[in-house]
C-alpha cells in the first residue's frame, strides 16, 4: 500500500515512546514520512527503563532468531555514531552451562548458531572460570556469542528520538492518548491529532487503547548495584533461563547478569504473570539474588544502589506483533516485544515501515503480522 | 593489651587509638582524598554516620566500604582514591 494522501496533519501517529516508538519515528522520518511521537511521560520511561539493554541474537525459533540478528546487525550499524552515553558495549554474551545435560544444550546452540553465520565459541570449565572469575567452581562451561552487545535503553530512545527529531518529526510528551480511531488520536485534553496511519506502540498497556488484541503484561524486577569495574565481563545467562523463562504460568527467576560500561553490576531476571502492581516484591527479589547468588557467590558482597520494576508486553508465541492490525485499515501495532525489545527495536522498525511504504523487507515478515494471532483465533 | 591499633593506608602505617574509625585513620593519615567522584572530585565524610556514603574506601579488597561505620582493626588494609 501507499500512505492515503489525506489532509491530515501527519502521515504516522505513534503512540509510545519507548525504544520502540522512537526507533519507529526515526525510521518514518528518514523515509521522508511526516511523523508525530506521542509520549505521555517521559522518553524510555515504561518497559525500555525496566530492560536489561542486552543486544542478544535468540535460537528459541527460527523467527526469533532472524528478527534479533537483523536487529542486532542494525544496532552494529550505528553503533559508532551512538553517544557516550549509550553506553554501547559489544561484551558478548556467555551462556552458562551448570552441568553436562546443559551443556549438550551449549553444543546444540553453537551448531544452531554457526549454520546461521554467527561466530560462537564453546567454553570448557577453565575457559569459563578464566573468562568469569566469579563465577563459583564447577560449572561445567559455557556458549560465547562475542557479538552481543550492551546498551543503556533509556539513552537509546532518547537518542532514537533526537534522530527522529532531526529529521522533522514532533514530539507531544505529557499527555496521555485515551482513544485510536481512523481519524487519528484522542488525547486527554479532548484534542485530536489527525494522522493518517496510528501506531500504538505502548508496550504492555498497547491492549488498553486496542482491545482484544493478545498482549500481557509480564513484571520483572531488577537490581543495580556500585562500581565494581571487572567484576562481571560479559553477560552470563544461565541455560536454565530456557526452561524457567519459557514457563508461562509461573512465576521465575533465572542468573542473568550485565556489566555495565560504568563499572556496576546489572542483576536479573525475574518474571511474573497477572501482577499489575509495579511495587518490589521482597520474595520475588530475595529468588532472585539467591539465584545470582548461587552462580555467583562474591555478588553477595556488592553495594546494590537501586531495585526497580517495569512490565514487558508479552504475547503467546513470544514474537511481537508489528504490522496493521486486523479489522483496522488505519491502525498499526508494534507491540508484544517482552524481553527483546531493546534489540529488537532496530528491527521493528524496518519492518514496520517497509509495510507502510510498500518496501521490501530484509527479511519475511510474516511471524511478526499482528494477523497472524487473529488468524488462529478464528481457526480455533 | 595495646591501647592503640596499626594499619596502613595506601601502604603507609598508621597508628590510632584502640576504637577509632576507619575514617579517623584515614583523616590523620594526609590522605588527599576518600574517594573520587564518577567525575574525579575528591571527596571525605560529610555526614559521619553512615548515610551519605561519601567516606566510601576499600578496606581489605572490599571497595565501596563506608570508612565512618568500620572500626579499625590491626593490620587492616585501606585503599582511598589518591
Known amino acids: 500500500m501507499t500512505l492515503p494522501m489525506t489532509s491530515k496533519a501527519f502521515d504516522l501517529a505513534i503512540v509510545g515512546g519507548g525504544i520502540v516508538g522512537a526507533a519507529c519515528a526515526w525510521e518514518a522520518a528518514r523515509s521522508g514520512l511526516s511523523v508525530v511521537v506521542i509520549e505521555r511521560s517521559v522518553i524510555g520511561g515504561g518497559a525500555t527503563a525496566a530492560g536489561m539493554g542486552h543486544i542478544v541474537v535468540m535460537d528459541d525459533s527460527e523467527a526469533q532468531f532472524a528478527l534479533t540478528r537483523y536487529s542486532q546487525q542494525l544496532w552494529q550499524e550505528i553503533a559508532s555514531d551512538l553517544p557516550d552515553d549509550v553506553e ?19 553444543q546444540r546452540k553453537e551448531v544452531f548458531y554457526q549454520e546461521r553465520g554467527v561466530a560462537v565459541e564453546i567454553l570448557d570449565a577453565a575457559a569459563l572460570r578464566q573468562s568469569e572469575p566469579n563465577l563459583r567452581s564447577g560449572l561445567r562451561g559455557g556458549l560465547l556469542v562475542p557479538g552481543d552487545s550492551v546498551v543503556y535503553p533509556p539513552c537509546a530512545a532518547r537518542y532514537f528520538l533526537e534522530q527522529a527529531q532531526s529529521l522533522g518529526a514532533q514530539l507531544r510528551s505529557g499527555v496521555a492518548v485515551v482513544a485510536l480511531s481512523n481519524d487519528g488520536v484522542k488525547l486527554s485534553d479532548n484534542s485530536l491529532i489527525s494522522a493518517g496511519i496510528t501506531v500504538n506502540a505502548t508496550g504492555s498497556w498497547s491492549p488498553l487503547l486496542t482491545p482484544g488484541i493478545d498482549v500481557q503484561k509480564r513484571k520483572g524486577h531488577l537490581l543495580i548495584t556500585d562500581r565494581y569495574p571487572g567484576f562481571v565481563r560479559h553477560q552470563l545467562v544461565e541455560l536454565g533461563y530456557l526452561k524457567s523463562a519459557h514457563s508461562i504460568s509461573s512465576d521465575s527467576v533465572a542468573f542473568n547478569v550485565q556489566p555495565r560500561k560504568t563499572g556496576q553490576v546489572l542483576i536479573g531476571s525475574s518474571r511474573q504473570y497477572g501482577v499489575g502492581d509495579p511495587k518490589i516484591e521482597a520474595a520475588m527479589l530475595s529468588r532472585m539474588l539467591s539465584r545470582a547468588a548461587e552462580y555467583m557467590p562474591g555478588i553477595t558482597q ?4 537501586r531495585t526497580w520494576t517495569g512490565f514487558r508486553a508479552a504475547t503467546p508465541d513470544k514474537l511481537p506483533l508489528v504490522g496493521q492490525c486486523p479489522g483496522y485499515d488505519r491502525l498499526y501495532l508494534a507491540t508484544g516485544h517482552e524481553g527483546l525489545g531493546i534489540t529488537t527495536s532496530t528491527g521493528t522498525a524496518k519492518l514496520l515501515i517497509d509495510q507502510l511504504l510498500n518496501r521490501s523487507s530484509a527479511i519475511p515478515i510474516a511471524p511478526y503480522l499482528p494477523s497472524r494471532v487473529h488468524q488462529e483465533a478464528i481457526h480455533a | 593489651m595495646p591501647d592503640t591499633v596499626m594499619l596502613t593506608i595506601n601502604g603507609h602505617p598508621v ?10 585513620a584515614v583523616a590523620i593519615s594526609g590522605a588527599m582524598a576518600f574517594r573520587r567522584s564518577v567525575h574525579g572530585e575528591p571527596r571525605a565524610p560529610l555526614c559521619g554516620m553512615g548515610i551519605c556514603f561519601e567516606c566510601r574506601v576499600t578496606i581489605n579488597g572490599q571497595s565501596h566500604t563506608r570508612s565512618c561505620q568500620i572500626v579499625c582493626q590491626n593490620g587492616m588494609d585501606v585503599q582511598t582514591d589518591e
Not at chain 1, 88 to 106: F, L, P, R
Not at chain 1, 302 to 305: D, F, K, P, Y
Open chain 1, 88 to 106: 554501547y558495549e559489544e561484551c558478548g554474551t556467555i551462556w552458562v552451562a551448570a552441568d553436562e545435560e546443559e551443556m549438550i544444550e551449549v
Open chain 1, 302 to 305: 556488592l553495594s546494590a544502589i
Open chain 2, 15 to 24: 597508628i590510632v587509638p584502640d576504637g577509632s574509625s576507619v575514617a579517623t
